[in-house]
């Protein structure tokens, strides 16, 4: 009951209101917005992941379109989600035709699976330590945040265009990057931990020259 009371308080200290018919109280767990919050964590809503099990193979562009949008929503939950999706992806683009081939169909059933299967992601401690697990792949950039060993969320994108050149450390710097800016109000104005395998990301501050794309 103390994080109620605290939350009240704030709540009454900005002049805010809550609406007592829609407030649940003393509950292990609620459904908030498609997620499941409870003291273990947050899970994806039992009845959506029902929901994609059950979504037919896509006949059209806009079938596509629906489904990615609802799998896109729990992208957290998923590791190397933009590489899973990206036969899909091509489909959100503008005045792209309908060709459902076999990549499509793999990436359709792989994401369904995944999905059907998310993890227990824990909820943010901000008393404690946050941490990175960097890696970035031939295609695409995946990156954990992650407190005490367990998930928080998942980022993965995909290169594209002049990135796909980029050497490996670069990617990894990219990859980095874009997580802080992913999770930026987690992290700002507090210390954590970036863990990578390329030793060398770790000198990146000392270097007294930084060529152009480092510096950006």
Do not use: M
Not at 18 to 46: H, R, S, W
Not at 129 to 152: M, R, W, Y
Not at 179 to 195: N, P
């Amino acid at each position: 009951l103390g994080n109620l009371r605290e939350v009240l308080i704030i709540l009454r200290d900005n002049h805010l209101y809550a609406n007592l018919e829609k407030c649940i109280f003393c509950k292990e767990n609620v459904n908030f917005l498609g997620f499941i919050v409870g003291k273990e964590g947050v899970q994806v809503d039992p009845e959506k992941i029902k929901a994609i099990q059950d979504w037919p193979t896509p006949k059209s562009v806009g079938d596509v379109r629906s489904f990615y949008g609802l799998a896109s929503f729990y992208r957290r939950f998923v590791k190397d989600f933009s590489t899973l999706a990206s036969p899909l992806n091509e489909f959100v683009k503008k005045d792209v035709p309908f060709i459902w081939g076999e990549a499509q169909e793999k990436a359709f059933h792989d994401l369904k699976e995944k999905l059907s299967h998310t993890p227990t992601l824990a909820l943010p401690n901000f008393a404690q330590t946050f941490e990175l697990e960097c890696d970035a792949s031939g295609f695409g950039k995946n990156v954990v945040l992650l407190q005490g060993g367990h998930p928080i969320a998942y980022f993965n994108e995909k290169l594209h265009g002049a990135t796909l050149n980029y050497p490996t450390y670069d990617k990894e710097l990219y990859a980095l990057i874009r997580s802080l800016q992913v999770w930026e109000h987690y992290l700002l104005t507090r210390e954590f931990i970036i863990h990578t395998d390329h030793e060398s990301l770790k000198y990146i501050r000392g270097q007294g020259n930084l060529n152009k794309r480092h510096a950006k």
